[in-house]
């Protein structure tokens, strides 16, 4: 990872600038999250179908259970250390050490974990071993997940926080499928809206017809292309049982080539974004524009009335966001509408044999929702901050979802206003939408199926009377019960834009107000060396600059 070498090397110049112009706080919690950076390879697929056992297979030693059931699977991360641990954790702190036995015995894990009442949905394993193969990957921590269908409302949230905190994934899709799951394809679909690299691995490969095989391979790979609209960075196929697995440390080191991409995205974008406060008060302090102090004594008594003219200003933009909100909702249930309609002879086959869809009904609205935040949501935000920028008279925003940046300058009468929505756009673009409120409903909805469907199953065995009772009673009934549950979501993720905003807002308009105020202190008190000052002032703008170049 060479940008995290690089920002690592240059930290000690970045640290004396940001002491210099009071940010050590801002530069801090930046720090951190370099710190906390993991290169995560989630491996994905449906519930068995052999991550263990390609995990073991990769470290040659059976180090995980491969006999554990949906309910007792946590997610467990692996990667290099000089020596080895076993921890349960928690987004907090280490819960407890474990033993290699303790590891494989899932219901020990299971009843510690109860026992010592934490929510399953941020509990983990963390395990660091002194592997040659992982010491060749050094940076890369492979997580075992749980199966993408298991219908746990815990394992989907599990899911959701590794979509967040992980910058590649490994599909694991066994052979023995001939083609995708319904439940992957949703799991594609997701991952597709956030542009996340991908392993395609596909296991169990001896319990084909080794003439079959290259078929069998080159439709899973046409079928995960088709929802990726990308290749795989590389396509592996294995018989882990049988220790053969040739590739997949070849592909381990493709995603390890994707790092700096990865890493520029996850951590160095708060970097930016401090960067981007450190320029635009060096730029003040700088003066260019020879201001005599009483014009920035006026410069600094009109940010007040900028702040609240401002302010009058996204009364209206949150007027116009909250307008968003209807729209989003009606495009969440169409698509949830499609999502269960493409699933359709599927649903037939699992209520004809007593099954409940509740699972499937969990995916295609996680799914549905995701889609709407990404294609819809998102979009319409970010043209709404767009057209406010435009309306006022400031130098534009390169609002690029990725790469935010801001152009350097200062205008005497530049409404500080939305050069404060660099680091806010890039917040909402990485963030990922809450899920959580949807988990209730999950189990709600098995109301929906009682017993006259049961009735109706002893009563009529032909596939139309189920595609009828789904589409014209089962589908509108999930359609009225989710709808709230949908209304709910998009609101909090209003309010978060909302209060982001103004957040940004009042934080520029303070840097501002706080550069002007030292710049008239420093003009009033040492005029004879302003000189000499600016000299400093521009040394610390071209390291920044500087640094920012090495690091892209």
């Known amino acids: 990872m060479k940008l995290k070498t690089q920002l690592e090397q240059l930290l000690p110049n970045i640290e004396t600038i940001a002491k210099e112009q009071g940010f050590e706080s801002e530069l801090k919690l930046a720090i951190k999250n370099n710190h906390q950076f993991k290169l995560g390879l989630p491996l994905v697929g449906a519930f068995s179908s052999g991550k263990s056992t390609l995990i073991n297979a990769l470290l040659g030693e059976k180090l995980l259970s491969v006999e554990v059931t949906p309910e007792t699977c946590l997610p467990t991360e692996i ?59 050094k940076g890369l921590v492979l997580v ?32 023995t499928d001939g083609t995708i799951r319904e439940s992957i394809q949703q799991a594609l679909t997701e991952l597709k809206l956030f542009n996340k690299p991908i392993v395609l691995v596909i296991t169990k490969a001896d319990k084909i017809n080794s003439d079959e095989l290259p078929s069998v391979v080159k439709n899973i790979t046409k079928a995960v292309t088709q929802y990726l609209d990308v290749s795989p960075l590389a396509v592996v196929t294995t018989t882990a049982r049988k220790k053969d697995i040739n590739g997949l440390e070849e592909a381990l080191a493709k995603v390890v080539q994707q790092s700096d991409n990865i890493y520029q995205n996850m951590v160095l974008t708060d970097f930016y974004s401090l960067f981007d406060r450190i320029e635009k008060k060096l730029n003040i302090l700088l003066n260019k524009e020879n201001l005599t102090v009483e014009e920035v004594k006026t410069a600094c008594d009109l940010i007040p009335e900028e702040l609240t003219e401002l302010k009058n200003q996204l009364k209206q933009l949150e007027q116009n966001i909250d307008q968003i909100i209807p729209s989003c909702v009606e495009s969440t249930k169409v698509n949830l509408a499609n999502n269960l309609k493409s699933q359709l002879n599927s649903l037939v086959t699992i209520m004809r044999n007593g099954g409940n869809i509740q699972t499937q009904v969990h995916n295609a609205l996680r799914s549905a929702y995701l889609t709407t935040v990404e294609l819809d949501f998102k979009p319409k935000i970010k043209r709404q901050l767009t057209s406010l920028q435009t309306g006022n008279d400031i130098d534009q925003i390169n609002l690029n979802f990725e790469n935010p940046k801001l152009e350097n300058g200062l205008n005497k009468v530049d409404s500080f206003g939305l050069q404060l929505l660099s680091a806010f756009i890039t917040k909402i673009a990485l963030q990922i939408p809450i899920l959580k409120p949807f988990a209730p409903f999950i189990y709600a909805v098995a109301s929906i199926f009682g017993s006259k469907l049961e009735q109706d199953h002893q009563r009529e065995q032909e596939n139309e009377h189920y595609k009828q009772h789904i589409l014209t009673t089962l589908i509108p009934q999930i359609m009225i019960q989710v709808e709230p549950k949908i209304q709910e979501s998009f609101n909090n993720m209003v309010l978060r834009v909302k209060q982001e905003i103004t957040l940004e807002s009042e934080r520029n308009a303070e840097d501002k107000q706080q550069a002007l105020v030292e710049l008239q202190k420093k003009l009033s008190a040492a005029k004879k060396q302003d000189s000499m000052q600016k000299q400093k002032y521009k040394e610390n703008l071209d390291q920044m600059l500087e640094i920012r170049a090495k690091l892209k």
């Open 144 to 175: 075992d997940m749980p199966g993408w269908e298991s219908g746990i409302s815990e394992h989907s949230l599990a899911i959701d926080n590794y979509i967040q905190s992980s910058g590649a994934y490994a599909v694991v899709i066994q052979a």
């Open 79 to 137: 990667g290099y250390s000089k020596v080895e641990f076993i921890h349960l954790m928690n987004e907090n702190q280490k819960i407890a050490d474990l033993t290699r036995a303790q590891l494989k015995d899932q219901d020990y894990l299971l009843s510690l974990q109860k026992n010592i009442n934490q929510d399953s949905t941020n509990v983990w394993i963390d395990v660091g071993l002194p592997h040659p193969v992982l010491e060749r990957h």
